[in-house]
Nanobody, 121 residues
Framework: QVQLVESGGGLVQPGGSLRLSCAAS????????MGWYRQAPGKQRDLVAT???????NYANAVRGRFTISRDNAKKTVYLQMNSLKSEDTAVYYC???????????????WGQGTQVTVSS
């Protein structure tokens, strides 16, 4: 059974950068679609970015042009490079894995434990 472990969160000033990583256990990582979601206090969990098995990417409007999702199948890891961070990017960021991109975020998908990102001066 696949397990996901996020890392790379922390405190950063507005305008700064962070790179999140999500390491997966198990086999056949390359066939899965991966996604990053975030949840701010008192708000629902929202999609940030997705990447298919073929490395096709999709971004939420709020992060397009600032965030980049990528994957390294040999390392079984997906990344989220976050640049030009804003206070409104503050949230817990979750990694998500599914058999295809349409299943991301669904009950059939798998979640990591989350990593806190705080953007503040």
């Amino acid at each position: 059974q696949v397990q996901l472990v996020e890392s790379g969160g922390g405190l950063v000033q507005p305008g700064g950068s962070l790179r999140l990583s999500c390491a997966a256990s198990g086999s056949n990582f390359g066939v899965y679609a991966m996604g990053w979601y975030r949840q701010a206090p008192g708000k629902q969990r929202d999609l940030v970015a997705t990447i298919t098995a073929g490395s096709r990417t999709n971004y939420a409007n709020a992060v397009r042009g600032r965030f980049t999702i990528s994957r390294d199948n040999a390392k079984k890891t997906v990344y989220l490079q976050m640049n030009s961070l804003k206070s409104e990017d503050t949230a817990v960021y979750y990694c998500n894995l599914a058999i295809d991109s349409t299943s991301l975020g669904s009950p059939a998908s798998r979640w990591g434990q989350g990593t806190q990102v705080t953007v503040s001066s």
